[in-house]
């Protein structure tokens, strides 16, 4: 009953142990999807944010300059000389904190100063705000200080892509310019504010995009600003206190931002931890991807929190797993007691105990029902048992009488079957026996006699005729081999007499050197089709004698000449595999009238020459192997003999 109540087991915790996981990974499937799709839009709307405040800041800082430009301190500067403008440019730098301020008369603008759109934009009258990428030669023009602020040496990083500069001489610029449009004075004011190492302007905003989250600041954001893939201001630790200025970005951000212009929207490592992480590129005045605005935080809490809700899923559903097995076992109790009950029952009538019976199960349900049934076809089980038994040794008896008549009448069968083989079988080898005593034996005798003489007659003069003396050797062996083949038909018992795996093919190549001589003496043509046919299980000796007399009949009906066809091909019969050798010969046929009765004992196309025996026998022989021979005459004249063996079966 082992199995049954596994059985009840599985049944009824299937649902709960195999539905209800595929269930639990299915919905966790999707709610991971969409944690993640949260993350991801929660990084994209800190990027937008941070877009947001650098959009911010140049709009701000171009309208704080335009209103300059448009002022009449400015206009009051401007007509009293270069110095005034200075003083009132350099105090209006303080209060926009600006790296740079400067008024460029018109006339003034040309040279390496005329190439910045912004400034071409400003000529024009329109006002202009761009990031834009100074070299270290256009820093050093502005300030030496603003050159050696904006100098970062490069820090090798991990995955990032490969490069030859050690370090970052360029500055990342937020430039302005707004038109100057006075009477007596035209021109370009113009600004700017380098964001290398401007840590003031990275954390304003790492501040304004983290600090303020709904959920209080807790989740670890960083920020960072890099031109092309090297960080110019983040506060992306390095080490504890060392921000992480001059690493790098790797090279498949790199390759998506910079180089292919798509907004990064996924996790990536940043510096020494993975981040769930937004890049936006960034364009200067010409167009050119110059740079990315990061932000990011940190993945591993959110990877812990979702890590600890996938274990309490599991461990809630595996005490659910283990409360419910036990708890059905015990409500299924009383169904397993009473099949367990007549489960011990049958077990002892097996055994031979016929007065075992289930009794009170102490259930009236249809189990119940079923163990009082069993023990009411028990008791009727019993009373026949009872009856069959006495009836059992009067049926001993006679049968005891017959078998002991039967097998008398069997073994005088036996022997006379035994006696009809053996003479059939002498008188096949007397036939054979006949032509092989005079074409063998006297002619072994004379040429190995004459072999003999010659090699002693020449000594070492046979040496020259080795070749021939070797070739009559050889012809010897071959007319030993047929003897072999002779004797192996004559006295099969000394070669085997079992039934074993035979392969038909050779088996007739054996027979026709045995009944070469028969042939030849008629001037039978041999021919031969054997395709390839399984081996069979048969006494190699009697399949023998079937096939040399089926020959030699066949010869004997073509009298003078004709042809002696032999056909092997695998044939399946009633849907047993098997291998069919049939044996054609061009002769007169059978007559219909007589055509069903040539396996009959005793019948004879020849009186007076043979027994009439050696078809019946061959029938016998066949049939006792598991096969069939049938006779057929041929349309194109002759009979043909089939013998069909099943194929061996290991």
């Given amino acids: 009953m082992k199995s049954v109540r596994l059985r009840l087991l599985l049944l009824a915790l299937l649902p709960l142990s195999v539905l209800m996981p595929l269930m639990l990974i299915l919905a966790m499937t999707r709610w991971n999807a969409d944690y993640d799709a949260v993350l991801i839009a929660k990084v994209d709307s800190d ?15 171009a309208n704080s300059m335009l209103n300059l430009a448009q002022s009449t301190a400015f206009q009051a500067a401007l007509n009293d000389g270069s110095e005034a403008v200075n003083r009132l440019l350099e105090s209006r730098r303080q209060q926009l904190q600006l790296d740079f301020l400067e008024y460029l008369p018109l006339a003034e603008l040309e040279g390496p100063q005329q190439k910045w759109p912004v ?38 990083t ?39 190492r401007n840590l003031d ?33 983040t506060n992306v630790r390095l080490f504890e206190d060392v921000r992480a200025l001059g690493t790098r970005v790797s090279a498949v951000v790199r390759r998506v931002v910079l180089e292919e212009g798509r907004t990064w929207l996924n996790r990536a490592f940043v510096v020494n931890d993975w981040y769930i992480s937004g890049y936006l590129p960034l364009t200067d005045s010409f167009g050119e991807r110059v740079g990315m605005l990061y932000v990011g935080f940190l993945e591993a809490p959110y990877m812990a929190a979702k890590s600890e809700a996938y274990w309490t899923i599991v461990g809630a559903f595996l005490m659910v797993l283990a409360l419910s097995a036990p708890l059905f076992l015990w409500l299924a109790k009383g169904i397993f007691s009473p099949l367990e009950r007549m489960t011990v029952t049958m077990k002892r009538v097996e055994r031979g105990d016929l007065t075992a019976r289930n009794g009170d199960v102490g259930s009236r349900d249809e189990i119940g029902q079923v163990a009082s049934h069993l023990d009411t076809l028990l008791d009727q089980l019993q009373d026949r048992d009872q009856k069959l038994r ?27 079957y035994k006696q009809l083989v053996m003479s059939e079988k002498l008188a096949s080898i007397g036939e054979i026996t006949a032509g092989v005593a005079h074409e063998i034996n006297n002619p072994v005798a004379v040429i190995q006699g004459n072999v003999d003489v010659m090699r002693m007659t020449l000594g070492p003069g046979a040496a020259e005729v080795k070749t021939e003396l070797d070739l009559i050797d050889n012809q010897v062996m071959r007319i030993g081999a047929i003897v072999s083949k002779l004797l192996q038909f004559a006295r099969p018992s000394e070669f085997g007499t079992f039934k074993e795996s035979v392969d038909i093919a050779n088996v007739v190549t054996d027979c026709l050197v045995l009944v070469d001589h028969v042939l030849s ?43 002696l066809t032999l056909t092997l091909k695998a044939e399946e019969r009633d849907g047993t595999p ?54 057929r005459n041929r349309e194109e004249g002759g009979a043909a003999f089939a013998i069909w063996l099943p194929e061996r079966r290991d």
């Fill in 521 to 563: 003496k008629h001037n039978i043509v041999v021919d031969g089709h054997f395709d390839v046919a399984p081996a069979v299980r048969i006494d190699p000796g009697e399949l023998q004698q079937v096939i040399i007399n089926l020959v030699i009949n066949a010869a004997q009906a073509m009298k003078e000449t004709g042809t």
């Fill in 201 to 233: 302007f990275i954390d304003t905003l790492n501040a304004l995009v983290y600090l303020s989250d709904e959920d209080g600041g807790n989740r670890q954001g960083t920020a960072t600003l890099f031109l092309e893939d090297t960080r110019v201001s």
């Fill in 119 to 156: 400034i071409r934009t400003a000529a024009t009258g329109q006002l202009a705000s761009e990031i834009d990428i100074f070299s270290s030669d256009d820093l050093s023009l502005l300030s030496p200080a603003l050159q050696e602020r904006a100098n970062i040496t490069l820090i090798e």
């Fill in 47 to 61: 990027l937008r944010i941070a877009e947001q405040y650098l959009g911010h800041l140049q709009t701000g800082t």
């Fill in 158 to 196: 991990e995955a990032a892509a490969p490069t030859t500069r050690k370090v970052e001489d360029r500055g990342m610029v937020v430039h302005t310019a707004a038109p100057v449009i006075m009477p007596g004075h035209n021109g370009v004011l113009r600004g700017g504010l380098l964001l290398n």
């Fill in 390 to 416: 006495e009836w059992a040794g009067e049926l001993n008896a006679r049968v005891d009488q017959r078998t002991a008549e039967l097998r008398a009448a069997n073994q005088k069968l036996e022997d006379t």
């Fill in 578 to 631: 098997g291998a069919c050798l049939t044996v054609a010969d061009s002769g007169p046929g059978i007559s219909e009238d007589h055509i069903s009765e040539v396996f009959n004992p005793f019948y004879t196309t020849k009186p007076g020459e043979g027994t009439g025996l050696g078809l019946s026998i061959s029938q016998t022989l066949i049939q006792h192997a598991g096969g069939i021979i049938t006779v």
